[in-house]
């Protein structure tokens, strides 16, 4: 009876006892094993195993330092020194607008009305001058500036944008932590009034009235002002001068208003959060 034996590269996965590679041959003496060895894989598992787990530090193993030239980490500003930065790049961004000119008020409104011209008129004036020879002789339409002013105006448009976003958003932050800290002061001024009710508490009471008057204060500041409603339509006299109903007179419209129109009150301008309107009602409330 033969044997077929096929010949094959594929390592036997058999382990050898004692670290001893075994070759198998088939009765033609074709190789089919390979020499193994479980010294060598057994280094390979205490390998994989120790890089796995976290290795001791060395005391005398010298750690990195920090280089002479590296910068030190930047510890933060304070309000005084940010603000100080932030003015500097204020000017920084003055520096850089061509022709700049701080706002006026007293010549804000003629200068707003005057420019108003501007953007509708610039285009066919430039067009005259530079179809009409004596025109263009008179020299008295600056055209090149009058384009530069035209596309500064255009680019400028969403630079402007951002800054009055950012003048906005800053006085909101500004205003979000004022509020916080008028909320937690309302709930202190709270506590206070009924710490002070205790006989060791005697200390307190001058600081008490003192938030105590700093709220009302507030309070009396921010109360809206008495509406004034018109004086009621005269009664019409019997007679002959009645008129019909429905009729007006010439001078009715221009006498008495037909329905009184309250001013709107500005959005927002007595309306609190939930929770400082607690706080507001404890620290106000007469115990």
């Given amino acids: 009876m033969r044997h077929r034996y096929e ?16 070759m198998l041959t ?9 020499w193994f060895y479980e010294d ?4 390979d598992v205490n390998s994989s195993q120790s890089s796995s787990q976290p ?6 193993t010298p750690q990195p330092v920090q280089a002479a030239g590296d910068p030190a980490p930047h510890e933060p500003l304070t309000p005084e020194e940010l603000a100080a930065v932030l003015l500097a790049k204020i000017d920084e961004i003055e520096a850089m607008v061509p022709n700049f000119q701080h706002h006026d008020r007293n010549d804000v409104r003629r200068v707003s009305a ?3 011209f501007a953007p509708e008129l610039v285009v066919p004036t430039i067009a005259t001058i530079t179809a009409f020879g004596p025109a263009a002789e008179r020299n008295i339409f600056d055209i090149p500036g009058a384009q530069l002013a035209q596309r500064r105006r255009e680019a400028f448009a969403p630079v402007i944008q951002r800054l009055a976003a950012l003048t906005d958003g800053v006085q909101f932050t500004v205003n979000s932590e004022q509020a916080g800290v008028a909320s937690q002061a309302l709930i202190f001024v709270s506590w ?3 710490y002070a009710k205790r006989p060791d508490a005697a200390q307190l009471h001058p600081y008490v009235a003192t938030m105590d008057h700093v709220v009302k204060k507030v309070l009396n500041r921010r109360k809206p002002a008495t509406p004034v409603h018109p004086e009621p339509a005269p009664t019409p006299a019997t007679g002959s001068s009645q008129l019909p109903p429905g009729a007006r007179g010439f001078l009715a419209s221009n006498m008495v208003r037909s329905k009184p129109v309250d001013e709107p009150e500005p959005v927002g301008e007595d309306e609190y959060s939930d929770e400082f309107n ?8 007469e115990e």
């Fill in 7 to 22: 010949y094959s590269k594929v390592p036997d996965r058999r382990r050898v006892a004692g670290g001893h590679g075994k």
């Fill in 192 to 194: 206070a009034k009924s």
């Fill in 114 to 116: 005057m420019a108003r």
């Fill in 40 to 43: 060598s894989m057994m280094d």
């Fill in 55 to 60: 290795q001791p530090v060395n005391p005398s």
């Fill in 278 to 285: 607690e706080a507001l009602d404890r620290a106000v409330k």
């Fill in 26 to 34: 088939n009765p033609r003496g074709v190789v089919q094993a390979a």
